[in-house]
């Protein structure tokens, strides 16, 4: 699959019906997560996505069974009931598992892929806390180094509503990073710590990420996560971009009758209809499909942030380091907060710009170093570079963003010492 787009939750095996999976087909989810019931009924789900063109993760509960006596034999008979259909993208072993959980998903996760190496074995991590470990970044090392999944991944989302006792609330006052009074919201301090903590350790052990954009406003424990619009969509699905990101999930592509009391509507409903968000995920995976294959071939090297910052991020540092920067070939970032994500690979060296404000458009100046040059990649009919330019000046929707493509005259790269 290019540039997979997965929707979290069970899809109900009541709703395996074609109008149901045109839909989600519709919303740009290429890969759903199957039901949980009889491999009769997880089956019928996989018929009918082949012909919509979908694939699915699926959730058969022998995948995750480690705790009994006999669970590979069970496993390898799940593999076997699934493996060779067109549409199995590959098998839900675990979300967020603690700490002492790891070995045994790791167990599941090593026998799933000497079995069916074409298939993704996948486990969800935390985007939080150490669950057993002694911090997070352990946790997500030992995430990465144990369980070995076929990419990290995570849910942690950057927007709340801004509480009704935020002038006395200690844990407002410690989550919150930076306000957006548009939205009646808040910017979650920690949010791009988690980014970052995963591209560090995804490199380290040479493994791509994936992080989980929320769809669905809910609350939960502290925070209440919202609102959900095209621009918080937007800016979610661009800083995954931005971070370097091999595949989005979004959460949830439906809810089930108990979490009404503590959730909207996913991108489609219960009823498996467009939901008041649908069109807003569907405008983003547009341009995310086709974007997104371009990025999983590359490798990010770094993350900068112009204007306001919160915990964790690089700021854009103009004039230091001019002939060695890590922000090699762009000398300035002018204008509204941004985000500029560095990825490199056999394809060159690009950059993803991404408006921070999930609510309000914005401008911003990117001014090439001597002898660079920037082309946008554009997507608005097919996939093409155009305006090979030393200055660009966007104007961005709230949230969106863009790639560009950088290329080096021969002396710009001898000065890089990479001649």
């Known amino acids: 699959m290019d540039f997979p787009i997965i929707g979290w939750q069970k899809m109900p095996k009541e709703l395996t019906l074609p109008e149901v999976y045109a839909n989600i087909a519709g919303s740009g989810i290429n890969v759903f997560m199957t039901c949980s019931d009889s491999p009769k009924d997880i089956k019928a789900q996989l018929d009918l996505a082949d012909k919509h063109g979908l694939q699915a993760l699926i959730r058969d509960p022998r995948f995750n069974a480690t705790d009994k006596l006999g669970w590979q034999e069970e496993a390898l008979a799940a ?83 801004i509480p009704e006792d935020a002038d006395t609330s200690e844990f407002y006052k410690a989550d919150c990073g930076i306000e957006w009074p548009e939205l009646n919201a808040y910017y979650r301090d920690r949010y791009f710590e988690t980014w970052e903590t995963y591209r560090l350790v ?131 970032v002018e204008g509204d907060p941004a985000i500029i994500g560095f990825l490199k690979g056999d394809g060159g060296r690009y950059i993803v710009v991404v408006n921070r404000n999930p609510a309000c458009r914005s401008r911003t100046k990117i001014t090439m170093q001597k002898g660079w040059r920037a082309s946008l990649i554009d997507i608005t009919d097919e996939i093409q570079e155009v305006s090979m330019k030393e200055v660009f000046e966007l104007e961005l929707e709230p949230g969106d963003g863009r790639l560009f493509r950088l290329d080096a005259e021969q002396n710009a790269l001898t000065q890089q010492g990479e001649v």
């Not at 997070?136 to 942690?156: G, H, T, W």
């Not at 649908?278 to 090297?301: H, M, S």
């Not at 964790?312 to 922000?327: F, K, V």
Request: glycine share 10%; with cysteine; proline share 6%.
């Open 79 to 161: 593999v076997k009931d699934y493996g060779d259909h067109p549409a199995t993208y590959g098998f839900y072993v675990r979300d967020e598992p603690v700490r002492g959980e790891f070995e045994r998903e790791g167990q599941m996760v090593a026998l799933l892929k000497n079995e069916r190496p074409d298939k993704v074995a996948f486990v969800n991590g935390l985007g939080w806390g150490s669950r057993g470990a002694d911090c997070f970044m352990e946790y997500v090392e030992d995430y990465a180094r144990i369980i070995k999944p076929e990419f990290l991944c995570f849910d942690s989302y950057p927007m709340s509503l």
């Open 202 to 332: 995804g490199w380290k052990y040479g493994l791509q990420i994936s992080g989980i954009i929320l769809s669905t406003p809910h609350h939960h424990s502290s925070w209440n996560f919202g609102p959900v619009t095209e621009g918080t969509i937007r800016l979610e699905a661009f800083t995954a971009l931005a971070y370097g990101a091999c595949a989005i999930q979004y959460f949830t592509l439906l809810n089930h009758p108990y979490d009404t009391d503590i959730m909207d509507d996913g991108i489609i409903t219960q009823e498996g209809h467009p939901s008041v968000r649908y069109n807003f995920v569907q405008n983003v995976n547009r341009d995310i499909v086709k974007l997104g294959p371009i990025v999983k071939e590359l490798t990010c090297t770094q993350v900068f942030h112009h204007g306001p910052l919160t915990s964790s991020c690089t700021a854009w540092t103009p004039g230091r380091h001019l002939r060695d920067s890590s922000h090699v070939g762009v000398a300035r």
